[in-house]
């Protein structure tokens, strides 16, 4: 059987008001399409009005500003429903969705969909490079940003932090890795379960390197998508 980098797949951004997904708002969300020779069949763009301001240090990242969303941005609740219905639609027929840093982005679409009342998509399978390349190459140094990561698998990248370049960037480091490493290379569903013990080992072993300083530090390993935070257990596990 195939595996998932030589099947349709899709690929997801989003940029929001902040860095925390639990209270972020869409400002802009992107979804690609393409078959499994990388020919886009699908591209979806979206500018939203989050209706709070955009503070000056996100929209200094992704170029978008309170006067231009308020301009130009559609509702919030609306751009969320369609989002979630493109994404829904792909898991629904088990077409993988690549998010970088995936907990991000679907933590900020399910928040998002509470807030307006709607069901947000269940983010299965999933295919996150950020947690497949800390996997395969653990010991690199260096940053692990979605721009270094292009460097590092020679993928051309321009205009980053734009959700539209984000998912093509993302698209093109996933390819490289599956193609460099044969441990990727299975069906995404198994690939999706594999990231969660990953992703947890991942935030535990972290955990474990600040508490050699904080012994209160609390890394949570939940992924793809973590809970609100009046139901969000202590989600690391201590180190086996």
């Not at 020779?37 to 992704?62: C, K």
């Not at 390819?175 to 198994?190: N, S």
């Amino acid at each position: 059987m195939n595996s998932w980098h030589e099947l349709p797949r899709a690929a997801f951004d989003l940029e929001t008001t902040g860095r925390d997904p639990q209270t972020a708002r869409i400002v802009t969300a992107s979804i690609i399409l393409v078959n499994g020779r990388g020919d886009t069949l699908q591209h979806h763009e979206w500018l939203a009005n989050p209706e709070i301001p955009i503070p000056a240090e996100a929209a200094a990242i992704h170029g978008i500003t309170t006067e231009r969303a308020r301009a130009e941005g559609g509702s919030p609740a609306s751009v969320t429903a369609e989002v979630a219905e493109v994404l829904g639609g792909f898991f629904a027929a088990g077409i993988p969705v690549m998010a970088f840093n995936a907990c991000y982005d679907f933590t900020v679409l399910a928040r998002e969909c509470e807030r307006f009342g709607l069901t947000a998509p269940t983010p299965f399978p999933v295919i996150d490079p950020y947690i497949l390349d800390k996997q395969v190459d653990r010991f690199r140094r260096g940053k692990r940003t979605l721009t270094a990561m292009a460097e590092h698998y020679g993928v051309g990248f321009e205009n980053a932090h734009t959700s539209a370049a984000d998912v093509a960037a993302t698209l093109s480091v996933a390819a490289v890795m599956a193609a460099k490493y044969p441990e990727l290379q299975c069906e995404a569903a198994q690939l999706h379960q594999y990231q969660i013990g990953w992703a947890a080992g991942q935030a535990a072993s972290f955990q474990e390197y600040l508490r050699r300083r904080d012994p209160e530090a609390v890394i949570d390993g939940a992924w793809p998508l973590r809970q609100a935070p009046d139901l969000d257990p202590l989600a690391v596990p201590a180190p086996a």
